[in-house]
């Protein structure tokens, strides 16, 4: 007589607690509310962390502004340093990248249309800022002035930093677990 065996997966010794369980849709909005908050948290102490960058090159740009500028060339660049260092770190701190919306109930171009000039421009702006500075370094880099050379191509690397920044501390993207949360209710 063959007798009926039922299949059981396999289980290493000591795993009785490994299956996962099941979310009613309270405790799933509690976990989805939670993981905004501390995602919120953890990108405002980044930010905040990351705004330190810019603001050492101000130190920078101020010393060199007050005690180390003889012409008025030197001045202007620092200046323009100084500039370039404050748009950096506005653009971290006040232009945060929003989460995408998939939902697609609002078109792109009146999303666009929404953002002031500010928003919209200073990126941009000071891009050209600091292409113009890198232009400034390329030439002292060949007049022999390495030390202005590297401080003259300072807020464009700072800027680089900032938007790699910026990218990273995009919002977490929660849709499609938003979207999942009714598909797997519990008890």
């Known amino acids: ?3 009926a065996r039922l299949r059981q997966t396999f289980r290493y010794p000591g795993d009785e607690d490994s299956e996962p369980e099941e979310l009613d849709e309270e405790h799933q909005e509690i976990l989805i509310t939670a993981l905004q908050e501390e995602d919120a948290q953890k990108n405002a102490l980044y930010r905040k962390a990351f705004l ?3 603001l050492t090159g101000v130190l920078v740009y ?3 502004l007050v005690f180390n500028t003889a012409t008025a060339q030197q001045a202007l ?3 323009l340093g100084l500039s370039s260092l404050a748009c950096s770190a506005y653009i971290l701190q ?6 995408p919306d998939w939902k697609g109930k609002t078109a792109l171009y009146r999303l ?4 002031g000039p500010v928003e919209k421009y200073l990126i941009y702006l000071n891009a050209g800022l600091a292409a113009l500075l890198l232009l400034a370094a390329a030439v002292s880099w060949r ?4 030390e202005d050379a590297w401080r003259e191509a300072l807020p464009a690397i700072i800027l680089a930093m900032t938007l790699f920044a910026r990218q990273q501390l995009a919002p977490l993207d929660l849709e499609e677990l938003q979207k999942a949360k009714y598909d797997y209710k519990g008890a």
């Open 1 to 3: 007589m063959a007798s």
């Open 52 to 54: 330190a960058i810019p």
């Open 62 to 64: 101020l010393y060199t």
């Open 77 to 79: 660049l620092a200046i």
């Open 94 to 99: 006040y232009m945060p990248l929003q989460a």
């Open 112 to 115: 666009e249309a929404a953002k």
């Open 143 to 146: 007049k022999g002035a390495r």
